[in-house]
Nanobody, 120 residues
Framework: QVQLVESGGGLVQPGGSLRLSCAFS????????MGWYRQTPGKQRELAAT???????NYGDSVKGRFTISRDSAKNTVYLQMNSPKPEDTGLYYC??????????????WGQGTQVTVSS
């Protein structure tokens, strides 16, 4: 059974930086598309970024140009580097994983979430 464990959340000042990590276990990391999703106050869960097994990256419009997703196959870990965060980036950040197919375009495995608060 795939397990995802997020870490790295916390309090960050606007304009600062924070790196989230998601450790993957229980499956073959190399075949999974990995993603970061977030739920901000008053909004539904939305895409932050995904990275496919071939390295293809997709960003949500709200984080483009500020956040960077990457994956380390040696450590079975995916990262989200958050640069220049804004108060509106405050929320619960979830790691998700799935093997893409015609029938699956979204995660079927989720981590427990890590809280990010952007505030001075």
């Amino acid at each position: 059974q795939v397990q995802l464990v997020e870490s790295g959340g916390g309090l960050v000042q606007p304009g600062g930086s924070l790196r989230l990590s998601c450790a993957f276990s229980g499956g073959v990391f190399a075949i999974y598309t990995m993603g970061w999703y977030r739920q901000t106050p008053g909004k539904q869960r939305e895409l932050a970024a995904t990275i496919a097994s071939d390295g293809t990256i997709n960003y949500g419009d709200s984080v483009k140009g500020r956040f960077t997703i990457s994956r380390d196959s040696a450590k079975n870990t995916v990262y989200l580097q958050m640069n220049s965060p804004k108060p509106e980036d405050t929320g619960l950040y979830y790691c998700g994983a799935f093997v893409p197919s015609y029938f699956r375009r979204n995660p079927n495995y989720w981590g427990q979430g890590t809280q990010v608060t952007v505030s001075s």
